[in-house]
């Protein structure tokens, strides 16, 4: 199977159809991505049928929780060679995307990405989430904040309920079962203005490895005080 072949029959499998000028933008991604990964640490995953697994699919898994063909503002928090924000919006280009990425040279990439791939409708923001969800800065402007960083729960809601507006949602993409950690993150939850809604288990590719979505609405406003100062909320989660 040719790698056209390849990547569309994976995506169509949870659901998604590409135009031919979608599956050229996610082959020159991918290409970009190979490229700009010999000089520069993106990803330890380069072989195609991996990254089409591993990073495509696994970003497009966001369709099993959410609408996306709804007009919404989504930011990926610690998007790192853009995931998942870039292949989310590739796949959906009503989607307005923010992809923030505290290390220059990724953003410099992921530039370089949305340049060639001629993106509308997406930017990118280098610095911490901490700085940028101030008030007047990036403070509950997003429908949805997504995140594949890995964190625990406690320590990610901080960093990303802050961007999101009363009834958006915080989503974690993880890849191992959450019921502790969920129990430990539950003040964190709570006192960020957020409510566990659900979590979405499932497999992807032919090992069928393991993710999940934790769903976090946001019912109330994040009290001013959060995010705290950079390394606070890592070194101290609110319990």
């Given at each position: 199977?040719?790698?056209?072949?390849?990547?569309?029959?994976?995506?169509?499998?949870?659901?998604?159809?590409?135009?031919?000028?979608?599956?050229?933008?996610?082959?020159?991604?991918?290409e970009l991505l190979v490229e700009?990964?010999?000089?520069?640490?993106?990803?330890?995953?380069?072989?195609?049928?991996?990254?089409?697994?591993?990073?495509?699919?696994?970003?497009?898994?966001?369709?099993?929780?959410?609408?996306?063909?709804?007009?919404?503002?989504?930011?990926?928090?610690?998007?790192?060679?853009?995931?998942?924000?870039?292949?989310?919006?590739?796949?959906?280009?009503?989607?307005?995307?923010?992809?923030?990425?505290?290390?220059?040279?990724?953003?410099?990439?992921?530039?370089?990405?949305?340049?060639?791939?001629?993106?509308?409708?997406?930017?990118?923001?280098?610095?911490?989430?901490?700085?940028?969800?101030?008030?007047?800065?990036?403070?509950?402007?997003?429908?949805?904040?997504?995140?594949?960083?890995?964190?625990?729960?406690?320590?990610?809601?901080?960093?990303?309920?802050?961007?999101?507006?009363?009834?958006?949602?915080?989503?974690?993409?993880?890849?191992?079962?959450?019921?502790?950690?969920?129990?430990?993150?539950?003040?964190?939850?709570?006192?960020?203005?957020?409510?566990?809604?659900?979590?979405?288990?499932?497999?992807?590719?032919?090992?069928?490895?393991?993710?999940?979505?934790?769903?976090?609405?946001?019912?109330?406003?994040?009290?001013?005080?959060?995010?705290?100062?950079?390394?606070?909320?890592?070194?101290?989660?609110?319990?």
């Amino acid at each position: 199977m040719d790698k056209i072949d390849f990547l569309k029959t994976e995506i169509s499998r949870i659901g998604i159809e590409l135009s031919d000028k979608q599956i050229e933008q996610f082959l020159t991604y991918y290409e970009l991505l190979v490229e700009w990964n010999s000089f520069m640490n993106l990803t330890g995953i380069t072989e195609f049928e991996d990254v089409v697994i591993k990073h495509f699919i696994d970003s497009l898994s966001l369709v099993k929780s959410i609408d996306l063909n709804e007009e919404l503002s989504l930011i990926d928090v610690g998007t790192g060679a853009g995931f998942p924000g870039l292949p989310l919006k590739i796949a959906f280009p009503n989607l307005k995307v923010t992809l923030l990425d505290s290390l220059q040279k990724r953003i410099h990439f992921l530039d370089e990405v949305i340049y060639r791939l001629d993106l509308n409708g997406i930017d990118t923001v280098h610095g911490r989430a901490e700085d940028f969800a101030k008030p007047d800065k990036l403070r509950e402007k997003y429908d949805l904040c997504v995140s594949r960083a890995v964190a625990n729960l406690s320590v990610l809601s901080e960093y990303c309920l802050p961007f999101v507006k009363e009834n958006g949602y915080f989503i974690s993409y993880k890849s191992e079962k959450l019921s502790e950690e969920l129990k430990a993150a539950d003040k964190a939850i709570t006192v960020l203005g957020g409510c566990f809604e659900k979590q979405i288990d499932f497999t992807i590719g032919n090992d069928n490895m393991y993710r999940n979505l934790v769903l976090i609405k946001k019912i109330a406003d994040t009290p001013k005080q959060y995010p705290r100062k950079s390394g606070i909320a890592s070194k101290k989660p609110i319990c």
